[in-house]
């Protein structure tokens, strides 16, 4: 049996394997959650604008104006409690002219 002196200076080639090694598998396994985390965020923000949107478009039933919108320059006042053209009230039942039906029933159309 032949002992060899192995010198102390000499590096381990597999510790650089080793070194690279366990420097994948913490960015795959830290990549994981952040994509998770970006994803759900990013999908969380984009539901919010869409939904935030499809709010302050809502028509006034009365005059057909932009209800939260007085004029496209100045936003939006989402807090108002009534139409800021007509000023309807909001949840103010509507009496619908007889215009309207012919609007949004086909048969009744001339």
Known sequence: ?????IPTNVIDPWRE?????????????????FVLVVTVT????????????WFVRFRCPRC???FFADSKWW?????????????LPLNAQVIT??????????????
């Open 1 to 5: 049996m032949v002992a060899e002196h």
């Open 17 to 33: 394997y080793r070194k690279r090694r366990n420097w994948s598998l913490f960015a795959f396994v830290a990549w994981v959650p």
């Open 42 to 53: 990013v999908g969380s923000m984009a539901c919010v604008m869409i939904a935030g949107n």
């Open 64 to 66: 057909g104006n932009p």
């Open 75 to 87: 936003g939006y006042n989402t807090f108002t409690r009534h139409c800021l053209h007509c000023k």
């Open 97 to 110: 002219p007889d215009w309207e039906h012919t609007r949004t029933d086909p048969s009744l159309r001339s």
